[in-house]
């Protein structure tokens, strides 16, 4: 049995509030846009009985309000999916009067002290927008350290989910090898990686909907339930199905996400997609290696890409 951790990195794109938009706009351009966001993507789940979890970035409630984020828990566990921990601490410098003001945009930035009041923080307005106190965590742009898994060993958060090798050493800097996918218990956390796929030698690319094609993501999944892996971690975004303006539908990205969650329900025998508040039995002593590199693989997603960014992007 592998299985599969489907997390969808819910929040306020900073890039949106950055150009000044109004606040009713940031939000609908980050949480549902194109109308590909949160609710669209929360009713394909259902429509192929998956479960996913929705880390949620509460931190812009410091100048935004609770109401937004309220919001997208309440969408959320009315679906009947989890909402967890997600931290972007430059929101703790914002200001809507001044669109350039921020503090450092990664959480390995802090001290261990100063990391250990940011999750307090983020997980006291996420109860306070109504979700269950967060047994999982996400640091944004995957910026966690060690200093991090004890923070939220100390806090009584059971899983971090922040290890992203194609993203390491920064700003994803826990102490752990790139080609770690096996999750494993580290400072009192059990760390359950972001998946990743060999590109080329030595090189890795996350399993992530703008990072991937369908082949390369169903390869990834076949790849990980043959050699009997612990755990696939996926990642997307509220946002990532849309273009960047937040405007239309990405139909590359549309696309992939409907094939991805088809090729899970078809695999739900073999791979069921799992909250973290199940508390699924991960065994911590794995060494499950990634898929490796293809060029084939790669060369058609590059052209996929290309594709993406040059036409899919564009549409209106």
Not at 10 to 15: C, I, N, S, V
Not at 216 to 240: C, K, P
Request: net charge negative.
């Amino acid at each position: 049995m592998t299985y599969v951790f489907l997390t969808i990195d819910t929040e306020l794109a900073w890039r949106h509030h950055a150009a000044g938009l109004g606040v009713s706009l940031v939000e609908a351009r980050s949480i549902e846009p194109g109308g590909v966001g949160l609710a669209w993507q929360l009713a394909l789940l259902a429509r192929h009985g998956l479960k996913a979890t929705f880390f949620v970035d509460p931190m812009p409630a410091r100048i935004y309000g609770l109401e937004p984020f309220a919001r997208i828990v309440d969408a959320v566990v009315a679906a009947g999916q989890e909402v967890q921990l997600h931290l972007h601490p430059n929101w703790t410098k914002a200001a809507i009067a001044d669109r350039a003001a921020h503090a450092s945009f990664e959480l390995i930035d802090y001290s261990a002290h100063a990391q250990r009041e940011l999750i307090t923080e983020a997980a006291a307005l996420l109860v306070a927008a109504g979700a269950p106190p967060p047994v999982a965590f996400r640091s944004g742009s995957y910026s966690a350290n060690d200093d991090t898994l004890a923070a939220l060993a100390a806090l009584g958060i059971a899983y971090d989910s922040s290890h992203n090798g194609a993203h390491h050493p920064w700003p994803s800097a826990i102490g752990l090898a790139p080609s770690r996918i096996a999750p494993v218990a580290r400072h009192g956390v059990v760390e359950v990686p972001v998946t990743v796929i060999e590109d080329q030698a030595g090189a890795w690319r996350n399993f992530q909907i703008c990072a991937l094609s369908a082949g390369e993501m169903r390869a990834a999944l076949d790849h990980a339930i043959a050699e009997q892996h612990v755990a696939t971690t996926i990642v997307g975004h509220s946002f990532e199905l849309a273009n960047r303006a937040g405007t239309a539908p990405n139909r590359v990205h549309v696309r992939r996400f409907e094939q991805l969650c088809a090729l899970l329900a078809e695999r739900q025998d073999v791979a069921p997609t799992v909250h973290f508040a199940d508390r699924p039995t991960l065994p911590l002593d794995r060494t499950d290696a990634p898929l490796p590199a293809s060029r084939w693989r790669r060369g058609k997603r590059q052209a996929e890409q290309l594709w993406s960014n040059l036409v899919a992007e564009r549409a209106a």
